[in-house]
């Protein structure tokens, strides 16, 4: 079992930045791959940046490339997404995902909201 806890969300201005946490607990041996995705309201669910378990990160949305990085820190068992540049488009659900080599084979935490003012 896997337990992640996302962090960070809030509201600020266009222009601004954030810096999203998610927080792994459990079986973390198990995590192959972590994830930020984002919801914004009305709309379907994208993937904004992975980051493998060899260290290796990418920002997989064009929208936030430039602006987003996808980092971690291990000895925290915490995985972080620096959001600068906002803009109101950013408005979303963010949430944390985890690939794991084993079932359920991913994990979801409980989103948390990031709300841009223009």
């Known amino acids: 079992q896997v337990q992640l806890v996302e962090s960070g969300g809030g509201l600020v201005q266009a222009g601004g930045s954030l810096r999203l946490a998610c927080a792994a607990s459990?079986?973390?041996?198990?995590?192959?791959?972590m994830a930020w995705y984002r919801q914004p309201p009305g709309k379907q669910r994208e993937l904004v940046a992975t980051?493998?378990?060899?260290?290796?990160?990418?920002t997989n949305a064009d929208s936030v490339k430039g602006r987003f990085i996808i980092s971690r820190d291990n000895a925290k068992n915490t995985v972080y997404l620096q959001m600068n540049s906002l803009k109101p488009e950013d408005t979303a659900v963010y949430y944390c995902?985890?690939?794991?080599?084993?079932?359920?084979?991913?994990?979801w935490g409980q989103g948390t909201q990031v709300t841009v003012s223009s």
């Open positions: 980051i493998q378990r060899s260290g290796s990160a990418q």
């Open positions: 459990g079986s973390i041996f198990d995590i192959s791959r």
């Open positions: 995902n985890a690939m794991t080599m084993k079932a359920p084979y991913d994990y």
